[in-house]
């Protein structure tokens, strides 16, 4: 399976990562559980999932937080740990105004544009407006895109499974002799 393959050839492996993870000792036991490992199309669907919900969060330790959501939910945690880059340098801003937008529609407030330039001060003096609608906005966003990409990831494996299904046996039909 294609699928399969591209997920192996550029995630890391178990060893790799108990080799460099140091800093998660406290759930080691857990995290190298060999489940958390393996591809199939629920852990994987999982894993990614709770990359992308952690990706939304605002916290600093969204990697560690999808770790954890892998644990609970039973995901393959290279792909949650790869599924939180979604938010890096150049998407974090427009990904934090886009959920900001969410959250104060979904709480009926005007979404209001910082009162002079955008500056760390600026942010600070906003904060007690800005944050309600901004944390409601990342979990909502965060769960919408989870949902949709857990799905979207469970349709396409199946698809892959039934394509390789219908084209061996296809190839088993050419082979088999005639009947007389």
């Given amino acids: 399976m294609k ?3 591209l997920i192996r050839k550029h995630t890391p492996n178990q060893d790799s990562v108990r080799n460099s993870s140091k800093a998660m000792r406290f759930i080691h036991h857990w995290l190298f559980a060999p489940n958390l490992w393996h591809l199939n199309r629920r852990s994987v669907a999982a894993g990614f999932s709770a990359g992308l919900f952690a990706a939304f969060l605002p916290i600093p330790a969204q990697m ?12 393959h945690v290279a792909l949650a740990i790869v599924a939180t880059w979604v938010t890096n340098p150049l998407t974090a801003a427009p990904l934090a105004f886009f959920s900001y937008k969410v959250g104060a ?4 407030k005007a979404a209001t544009a910082p009162s002079g330039p955008l ?5 600070i003096q906003e904060f007690s407006q800005l944050w309600q609608p901004f944390v409601l906005g990342s979990i909502v966003c965060g769960l919408i895109l989870a949902l949709i990409s857990y799905i979207a990831i469970r ?6 499974v039934l394509q390789g299904w219908s084209k061996r046996k ?3 039909l050419l082979k088999k002799p005639p009947h007389e």
Avoid: T, V
């Fill in 3 to 5: 699928f399969k393959k």
């Fill in 64 to 75: 560690l937080a999808a770790i954890l959501l892998c644990i609970l939910l039973h995901g």
């Fill in 105 to 108: 529609f979904i709480l009926g």
């Fill in 119 to 123: 500056s760390y001060d600026i942010l």
């Fill in 155 to 160: 349709i396409y494996w199946r698809s892959q």
């Fill in 170 to 172: 296809a190839q088993r």
